[in-house]
């Protein structure tokens, strides 16, 4: 039978429980399990390397990628510090966007200057440079699309079906398992942040990857087990919690996005607006062939002064000044302050983000009331 992901989400783990039929599987957080007799252990043995609870929400984040097998782990920064553990030596080289969620730049910076593994950051839209890129053997492909905050797309297919022998690795918080499924497009691992969307409620830091085969995930799991990032049962529950939402939470989510995206092409005091359900974005036509949705993230840059920018977001009442996106409130940040801070101010050029971009993360609020908000904050700097 062909379940769909609303029924993923809901039921993935229900009824499990025999001991006292409950209906929701009860979170397990004892630390070890009694062994049946002398060198007859269990399927579980120590938590950190295997727990019932984090098993449900690996189990779940497979079905909902098309995945072999997950491994959740303490954060998103943390998946990415796995897949780096587990698939490279110092020689080996890893390309990653030019314009990567900064945690990621940061990290896979500095796994490169200690020599860790070798890195290359590169505008993975720019096909020639792509090409190139392969003359220096590359273990392993970084992807992330849409990125952050510039909200650029690219061509997963077109880059997994480059050359064989390297790993290609997606880092699909963005879009979600809802809009995007990157195993399908070729992909050989996902990332998540769990801390964002999957989550939906801003009180949860987690991640996972998702592995299209075993013989990868055999190896994440030994690195997970052996380096302690594995997530805990209290927050394997949460996450489960969580995605027992999902898809309602971003359909919606983008429904008020849409609404608002339109009010906002009426403002004058935008000079861009990016949101790759706009036909004049650039990634538009690729956004349309691998995503079923456009997510509910979009980032402007605002016409004027610093000072018209501070005044901007002293007025907003409905749109929080804070990190992080894909909660049930909306956020507004400032990337260049915020979430790219760690970038050094040449990367973040070159990654376009200038000091008037802003961007938003549309929560479930009333759009009516959201575009209320945006409007007297823009009348505020008129
Ligand atoms: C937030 C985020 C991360 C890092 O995840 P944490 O859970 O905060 O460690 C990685 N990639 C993207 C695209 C993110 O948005």
Redesign the pocket.
Known sequence: MDIKKSTISVRSGLNIDEQHGCVVPPITLSTTYNFFGLNQPRLYDYSRRKNPTRDIAQQTLSDLEYGKNTIMT???????YLICSAFLEPHDLLIAPHD??G??YRLLDALHKKGICKVLFIDQNDTKILLESLIYKPKLIFI?TP??PMLRIVDIYNICKLQKNILYVV?N??MTPVFQNPLMLGADLV??????YLNGHSDL???AVVSKDTYISDKLAWWGNTLGITSSAFDSYQLLRGIRTLMPRVYQQQKNTKNIISFCQKQSQINTLYYPGLSSHPGHRIACKQQSGFGSIFSFELKGTKNMLLQFLQSLKLFTLAE???GVESLIAHPATM?HAAMPESARKRAGINDMLLRISVGLEDSDDLIADLAQAFKSIE
């Open positions: 303490s954060s998103g920064m943390s998946a990415i990567c969620y945690g990621t992330e990125s952050n880092d918080t963005f990332v998540h942040s769990c801390s964002k830091i987690a991640g992080s996106f894909g979430t």
